[in-house]
């Protein structure tokens, strides 16, 4: 039987006179990387504070662990750990007193955390440098150790590579994989650049203009992103005979310009290429190609994505 972390009932929330959300049903699995994509405004932030305990819902209940109401929630949450938006940083503080800080506020028994989580994102060689003179990275990564503070089962992040450099973002990738893998904590990532989402995680929820349009796996993704070959010749007409008669197969859709999309036959591209190389044609053009997520994801809100 499947065991879920978190669960939304016909979760709503509006303000006045805007749906922020509308009658949300989000289930996240137990060990899951759960990528959470939908345009700014879309409604992300605002159901992850719910969940969170930052904010309420106009209507509907939220489920963690098992336990709905509010006594049961806020105990629920203490094996929660969130990072919503920018991490908050006392400026002023290294990253071990700012852990420290967040630790006594939060009443986390035990100061060895503290190097723990230091060792955990990566900053255990800037512990004497002060938090306004970090990259956006080291931020990012202590706002993570903060979030992992009092070892969290479920772990909310509300767009942790945002304004990343290219390194960072392979940086806080890897560390996400490694929690997840290594510690087997569940996470919910909130991001707009789906690129990256569509390299760790395991499940998708799509979210548009507060309804929530589809969950799927990754599994399921990838096959409804639909694979096929890309052919140019220079007599197209006589490319799709040879195809249809050669590779024995009407799989394949003849474009505008020409190009043809075998939709099958990707595992014999070697087959495909020669049998249309024999019949005297110029192969001008032939590659793999496919959707991606952001492609599969501005088709099923049907424009553009401008997340």
Known sequence: MQEYVLRTNQLSKHFKGHTAL????????KGSIYGFIGQNGAG?????????GLAYPSGGTVELFG????????????????????PALFPHMTAAENLEANRILRGIPGKD????????VGLEGAQRKKARNFSLGMKQRLGLG?????????????EPINGLDPVGVVEIREL???????????????????????????HYGIIHRG????????????????QYLLI????????????????????????????IKLFSRMEDPGRVSTALFSAGLVIEKFMPMGEDLESYYTKRIGGHPHV
């Open 113 to 120: 955390c503290v190097n723990r989580m230091l060792k955990q």
């Open 211 to 226: 309804r929530l349009l589809e969950q799927l796996t990754a599994e399921e993704l990838n096959s409804k992103c639909q």
């Open 67 to 86: 336990a709905s109401g509010e006594q049961a929630l806020t105990e629920a949450r203490k094996r929660v750990g969130s990072m919503i938006e920018s």
């Open 44 to 52: 992300k932030s605002t159901l992850i504070r719910m969940v969170a």
């Open 232 to 259: 140019k010749a220079d007599h197209p007409d006589r490319a799709a005979a040879v195809i249809q008669k050669e590779l024995d197969t009407a799989d394949f859709e003849v474009m505008q310009d020409g190009a």
């Open 176 to 202: 996400l994989r490694r929690l997840n893998r290594e510690l087997g904590i569940t996470i919910l990532i909130s991001s707009h650049i789906l690129s990256e989402l569509h390299l760790v995680a395991s």
């Open 146 to 158: 903060i979030a992992l503070l009092g070892d969290p089962e479920f772990l909310m992040l509300d």
């Open 22 to 29: 509308d009658k949300v049903n989000l289930s996240i699995a």
